[in-house]
């Protein structure tokens, strides 16, 4: 176990290490501390990775090319990349029960792109090698291969609209995977704000999709992936499940049976650093028949892995298979409930009404605010959070009308289901006393906002007074 001085010392030493080269760098690293324990953070995508977890970062595995895969990599000298990788995957198969884990994706991003291309090579461009009897695609005849590209440039994908709580990176114009994939989305129904899995089944049978994807950065609720399942077992599409916002509940086994992923999804794709509480980065989990094409992540679409980040991932992987992290992944839910039910008191308005996850989405439109305005005057008073759409959002993507909280932080810094009442309280004071600001000219304006600076610098005393109880890195005194 490490102590106040072995974790200490160890940053201090890092530091003067930095500091003696550029001391701007070392100063800022210092600062970042210091801001986030000040910080009442309540992003829902962000957390605090653990002293092991952010030291095993920080090495030579830096310095190593790994492209390939364990044991059979394009470079010589990787045997100790092997092990960290081999240990990484090995703590996320049984930590997940998943049959295959890869471990190589630098972000949540590159794990899904690495699984849309392990899913269009596996139905697509498999087949075609087989029509074409040849085993690779360099055999194929310019006209064979020609026909192929425009075969995988010609797929649909049908996944959760981004004002239901979807995510960018799937099928969305924006992004590279609107770029590749024809895209229909499905959402949650206007009344109840809950995933409408008939709208769903129905758009699956009306579009016919190669891929079905589940998950979401900004709903409240679970998804049942066994009936997400069923429907795409009823049109042949294949399911993936991007759980990068919950994997730390699925791995603290809050979310089971039919709201686990892994056994109802053919791939999932996930962030190592959001609820999971490891280094940044990401990692594909899928069902063996993908497994070959999964490995290929590198070089199909990733550069060389990052075996520092692998070494990490392993740290922090061996860390959520204890009874601890199962202990703080029910907390996280204690706590986002204790939090809407705290709100819910006050008379804020909730997306569909509470949450059984991390998270929560406020309709701020009942305070008479856009999402950009509660989220300055929030920043304004020490609260972190981020705006968010609401289901049909009269604002839009960029103003919007909710502020989206979420508890995977705070729960790290041990705060419980009273403090949290105490965070709803300080959350709807702001919104209470801020009013819409007017633009130079004197307009109606959903950018800016009015708080009384008094009320601001009482919310900010209080979220301090109330983090002082609960020390960031409590063994860290950088002096
Ligand atoms: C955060 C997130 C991602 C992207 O993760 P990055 O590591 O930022 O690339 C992908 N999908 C979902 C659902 C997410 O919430």
Not at 90 to 119: C, K, M, T
Not at 401 to 408: A, D, E, H, Q, Y
Request: aromatic share 6%.
């Amino acid at each position: 176990m490490s102590s106040i001085s072995t974790e200490s010392t160890a940053f201090r030493a890092a530091l003067d290490v930095v500091r003696a080269v550029e001391p701007r760098v070392a100063d800022a690293i210092k600062q970042e501390l210091a801001d986030q324990r000040d910080s009442l953070k309540l992003i829902a995508s962000e957390n605090y990775a653990s002293p092991a977890t952010l030291l095993a970062m920080g090495n030579w595995f830096s310095d190593k090319y790994a492209e390939g895969t364990i044991g059979r990599r394009f470079y010589a000298g990787c045997q100790n990349v092997d092990t960290v990788e081999a240990v990484a995957a090995e703590h996320a198969r049984e930590l997940f029960g998943a049959s295959h884990a890869y471990v190589q994706p630098h972000s949540g991003i590159d794990a899904n792109l690495v699984a849309f291309w392990a899913v269009l090579a596996a139905r697509v461009e498999a087949p075609a090698l087989e029509k074409a009897q040849v085993r690779h695609v360099n055999d194929l005849t310019d006209a064979d291969w020609a026909t192929l590209r425009r075969a995988l440039g010609d797929q649909r994908m049908l996944g959760m609209s981004l004002d239901a709580g979807g995510h960018l990176t799937h099928g969305f114009r924006p992004n590279i995977s609107g770029k590749m994939f024809e895209q229909r989305s499905y959402g949650t129904d206007p009344a109840s704000g809950l995933l409408d899995y008939d709208a769903l089944r129905a758009a699956a049978h009306e579009f016919r999709p190669l891929i079905i994807v589940a998950g979401y950065s900004a709903y409240p609720r679970l998804v049942n992936f066994a009936k997400v399942r069923e429907i795409a077992e009823e049109v042949g599409a294949t399911l993936m499940v991007d759980m990068a916002h919950f994997a730390g509940l699925v791995a603290g086994k809050v979310l089971t049976g039919d709201f686990d992923p892994i056994p109802h999804a053919h791939i999932v794709t996930t962030t190592t650093h959001k609820s999971l509480r490891g280094p940044r980065g990401g990692m594909v989990l899928c069902q063996p028949e993908l497994a070959e094409q999964v490995d290929r992540g590198c070089p199909m679409v990733l550069g060389g892995p990052l075996p520092h980040v692998m070494a990490a991932k392993a740290v922090a992987l061996a860390e959520a298979r204890t009874p601890e992290f199962r202990d703080y992944a029910q907390r996280i839910v204690d706590n986002s409930r204790a939090l809407a039910e705290g709100l819910l008191s006050r008379g804020a308005k909730l997306v569909t009404g509470g949450t059984d996850n991390h998270l929560v989405l406020i309709d701020v439109s009942s305070y008479g605010l856009t999402g950009r305005q509660a989220e300055a005057a929030l920043l304004d008073s020490g609260v972190v959070t981020n705006r968010n759409s609401v289901p049909q959002d009269p604002n839009g993507a960029w103003y919007t009308s909710g502020v989206r909280i979420g508890t995977p932080a705070l729960t790290s810094r041990g705060l419980g289901t009273t403090e949290m009442d105490t965070v709803a309280d300080l959350i709807h004071t702001v919104l209470e006393n801020t009013a819409p600001g007017t633009t130079k000219a004197g307009t109606p304006s959903k950018a800016t906002h009015v708080l009384d600076e008094k009320v601001a610098a009482r919310v900010a005393g209080a979220a301090t007074e109330l983090l002082s109880g609960f020390p960031l890195y409590p063994n860290v005194d950088l002096g």
